[in-house]
């Protein structure tokens, strides 16, 4: 059974910065599309960034310019950098691997206050 592990996540003051780490052992990393997630109290889970097999990312608008995606295939390792952090983004974060099977993490709780 496959599990991400990310880790990273933590307590931050508005307009801080967090970098989230998603570990995935057991896997083909390097053919696998990444994938972050996130879901706040009482809302449905939303897709932030994605960084596809070639390196190629994607995000969301309300992130686009303050936070990025990126991978190290030799660690097996996809990465979150989060900077000028606001309060809307406290959600716990999830990573998502996607290729033949899709595999999630547990999550890590990202909280931004004063």
């Known amino acids: 059974q496959v599990q991400l592990v990310e880790s990273g996540g933590g307590l931050v003051q508005p307009g801080g910065s967090l970098r989230l780490s998603c570990a995935a052992p057991g896997i083909m990393f390097n053919l696998y599309n990444m994938a972050w997630y996130r879901q706040a109290p009482g809302k449905q889970r939303e897709l932030v960034a994605t960084i596809n097999r070639y390196g190629s990312t994607n995000y969301t608008d309300s992130v686009k310019g303050r936070f990025t995606i990126s991978r190290d295939n030799a660690k097996n390792t996809a990465y979150l950098q989060m900077d000028s952090l606001k309060p809307e983004d406290t959600a716990v974060y999830y990573c998502?691997?996607?290729?033949?099977?899709?595999?999630w993490g547990q999550g890590t709780q990202v909280t931004v206050s004063s």
């Open positions: 998502n691997a996607a290729h033949r099977y899709t595999y």
